[in-house]
Structures are given as structure tokens and as C-alpha cells.
């Protein structure tokens, strides 16, 4: 794992046999709505004990995800619902001081990787106080 250790940092973040999906999400949810509240609960937890004691990002911040997975079955729309869950963690520990648009800058970027010899799916975020990737407009 990294290291938030200056103005662009990376950090593995819930390596899982069981990452949410959005598929996960919206079942449970249908089926339980306690259950859902208590599984948002649980990976919002799990986020904030993983980044505790890294650096903390005050102000605007851009993020990248890299999703490594063991196969393509879901949908890379499906996959980045979890990032609700990183996010919230990532406020509840003070990582990022919020997950709004203030905070959080444009462009938010995905990129997915597949290994079938990976034993659990794994995302690592990156956050930068300055801008990943230089937009043309």
C-alpha cells in the first residue's frame, strides 16, 4: 500500500473478495433497507480504518481510481458505485474534507484492469491537491 506523503498520493484501498457493486447495493436495499444501511455503514468504516493516520487533504482534491479485477463480468458502471462508499470513508476519517463538487474536481477518473490471477478485486485511489490530467477545451 502507499502512502499519502505529498500533494499526489496512491493508496490500495479495500482489497475484498466482496466489493459493492451497484448491482449489491440496489439488492439489498430492495430487500432490506436496514441491511443496506449496515453494509453502507460497514464499508464506510472499513475506508476511514484503511486511510486513518494518512495525510489529510484540506481543499480541493482530484482523484483517480485504478480497479483491478480478477474478470470482466460487471459493468465498469457497476463497479465504480463503490465509490460512494470510498468516498464517505474517506470524509469520516478527514482524508478529503468533503465529497462534494467543492471539494472534489473534475475530472473523477476510472481506469480498470483485469488479472484472473488476482485473488480479490482491489481499487487503489490516488488523490492529487493539483490537477491528474490537463483538459482541452
Known amino acids: 500500500a502507499g502512502d499519502w ?18 448491482n449489491k447495493m ?15 455503514k460497514k464499508w464506510t468504516n472499513k475506508i476511514a480504518i484503511l486511510s486513518e493516520g494518512k495525510q489529510k487533504f484540506k481543499g ?21 458505485a463503490s465509490k460512494k462508499y470510498i468516498l464517505d470513508g474517506l470524509v469520516a476519517c478527514g482524508t478529503i474534507e468533503k465529497d ?9 477518473v476510472d481506469f480498470y484492469f483485469v488479472d484472473n490471477k488476482l485473488l480479490a478485486d482491489k481499487v487503489i485511489l490516488t488523490v492529487s491537491q493539483t490537477p491528474l490530467f490537463k483538459l482541452e477545451v
Open 100 to 108: 462534494n463538487m467543492t471539494i472534489i474536481q473534475s475530472p473523477m
Open 26 to 40: 440496489l439488492n439489498l436495499a430492495r430487500s432490506n433497507r436496514y441491511m443496506a444501511a449496515a453494509d453502507k
Open 5 to 22: 506523503s505529498s500533494d499526489v498520493c496512491s493508496s490500495d484501498l479495500f482489497p475484498s473478495h466482496d466489493m459493492p457493486t451497484l
Open 60 to 80: 480541493a482534491v482530484w482523484l483517480a481510481f485504478e480497479w483491478h479485477l480478477k474478470h470482466r463480468r460487471h459493468d465498469p458502471d457497476n463497479i465504480a
